[in-house]
């Protein structure tokens, strides 16, 4: 069949292997062209077949599913993973996108849901589980309301602190006994990651968010 998806199915339960493979093959134009139990045998295979989509689990024995999908998405980009698991909590979800996982669905999904998947990531449609997607939301909004001083290091912050007190470079290399130069570089980047423009405007953050003793 000309227009035949190639797909590969990647879960150490054998019994999830043959289920999905049982309701893919209802498809006409689904071909399984190869099954994997674990995540370091599938790069192997994925390099192997080049399958249009993977079925990927995240929690495998070996190689996960998300080390998994970062090794094949660097010599196979085009292929489309699509993430079957039951996790969603932050540990798991971020990664795998980050990792380029194209879709993400939960082992509750029905076969149509799995079906509909596949044919959309053909399409470069990508689904995401809704109690994912929330997920993702809740963490976007948690990342938006955050500190931008919660991204310094424990020796930016030191630093910012002596700043707010109104100490000059000399001042806080000596304090806290390191070399001028360093404290130059540290005052640069607090700078960047407050987004501000200078040491007084660094000092009325420090003073403004409680950091000053």
Same mark, same amino acid.
């Given at each position: 069949?000309?227009?035949?998806?190639?797909?590969?199915?990647?879960?150490?339960?054998?019994?999830?292997?043959?289920?999905?493979?049982?309701?893919?093959?209802?498809?006409?134009?689904?071909q399984?062209?190869?099954?994997?139990?674990?995540?370091?045998?599938?790069?192997?295979?994925?390099?192997?077949?080049?399958?249009?989509?993977?079925?990927?689990?995240?929690?495998?024995? %070996?190689? @996960?599913?998300? *080390?998994?999908?970062?090794?094949?998405?660097?010599?196979?980009? =085009? +292929?489309?993973?699509i &993430?079957?698991?039951?996790?969603?909590?932050?540990?798991?979800?971020?990664?795998?996108?980050?990792?380029?996982?194209?879709?993400?669905l939960?082992?509750?999904?029905?076969?149509?849901?799995?079906?509909?998947?596949?044919?959309?990531?053909?399409?470069?449609?990508?689904?995401?589980?809704?109690?994912?997607?929330?997920?993702?939301?809740?963490?976007?909004?948690?990342?938006q309301?955050?500190?931008?001083?919660? %991204?310094? @290091?424990?020796? *930016?912050?030191?630093?910012?602190?002596?700043?707010?007190?109104? =100490? +000059?470079?000399s001042? &806080?290399?000596?304090?806290?006994?390191?070399?001028?130069k360093?404290?130059?570089?540290?005052?640069?980047?607090?700078?960047?990651?407050?987004?501000?423009?200078?040491?007084?405007?660094?000092?009325?953050?420090?003073i403004r968010?409680?950091?000053?003793?």
């Open positions: 069949m000309a227009n035949e998806i190639k797909m590969m199915i990647v879960d150490d339960h054998d019994m999830v292997r043959k289920g999905l493979k049982a309701y893919l093959l209802t498809e006409p134009d689904f399984i062209i190869g099954e994997s139990a674990n995540g370091k045998e599938a790069v192997s295979l994925a390099n192997q077949l080049h399958p249009d989509v993977i079925l990927m689990d995240l929690i495998m024995p %070996e190689m @996960t599913g998300i *080390e998994a999908t970062k090794e094949i998405m660097t010599t196979l980009p =085009k +292929t489309k993973i &993430i079957i698991t039951s996790f969603y909590d932050d540990e798991q979800i971020f990664p795998a996108i980050e990792a380029g996982a194209f879709s993400y939960l082992k509750t999904a029905s076969a149509d849901e799995i079906i509909e998947t596949i044919r959309k990531a053909i399409q470069d449609e990508s689904v995401i589980e809704q109690k994912v997607a929330q997920k993702m939301m809740n963490q976007l909004r948690s990342k309301k955050k500190p931008l001083h919660e %991204e310094l @290091t424990k020796r *930016e912050k030191e630093v910012l602190l002596l700043i707010g007190e109104g =100490k +000059t470079n001042q &806080i290399a000596e304090e806290l006994f390191i070399g001028l360093t404290v130059k570089t540290h005052v640069s980047n607090i700078l960047g990651k407050l987004d501000v423009h200078d040491r007084t405007q660094a000092a009325v953050y420090a968010n409680g950091m000053v003793r």
